[in-house]
Nanobody, 114 residues
Framework: VQLQASGGGLVQSGGSLRLSCAASGITFSIYRMGWYRQAPGKQRDLVATITKFGTTDYYLDSVKGRFTISRDNAKNTVRLQMNSLKPEDTAVYYC????????WGQGTKVTVSS
């Protein structure tokens, strides 16, 4: 099982990034997928989730209206479009999948400069 996250980087405040997570080794279409993030010295927080049917069912309050999660079951991919980025969005972002059993990706680092 592999969840390969990509798309992180350095961006100025107000900018945008799109994270992608390519899944392999699982039947992607039956998994609820999502993104977590962990800032330095802080706990890992759930950012957004999307059901196997493509319905978005959770956003962290601080990202509502700025981030959009989506999935493409034909490509075994989940994405996180991040707009209007703020320095407080700086973190390592982890792809996550679950049917009850959970899987995690390796993380991709997002740095937002002020």
């Amino acid at each position: 099982v592999q969840l390969q996250a990509s798309g992180g980087g350095l961006v100025q405040s107000g900018g945008s990034l799109r994270l992608s997570c390519a899944a392999s080794g699982i039947t992607f279409s039956i998994y609820r997928m999502g993104w977590y993030r962990q800032a330095p010295g802080k706990q890992r927080d759930l950012v957004a989730t999307i059901t196997k049917f493509g319905t978005t069912d959770y956003y962290l309050d601080s990202v509502k209206g700025r981030f959009t999660i989506s999935r493409d079951n034909a490509k075994n991919t989940v994405r996180l479009q991040m707009n209007s980025l703020k320095p407080e969005d700086t973190a390592v972002y982890y792809c996550w999948g679950s049917t009850g059993r959970e899987y995690w990706g390796q993380g991709t680092k997002v740095t937002v400069s002020s």
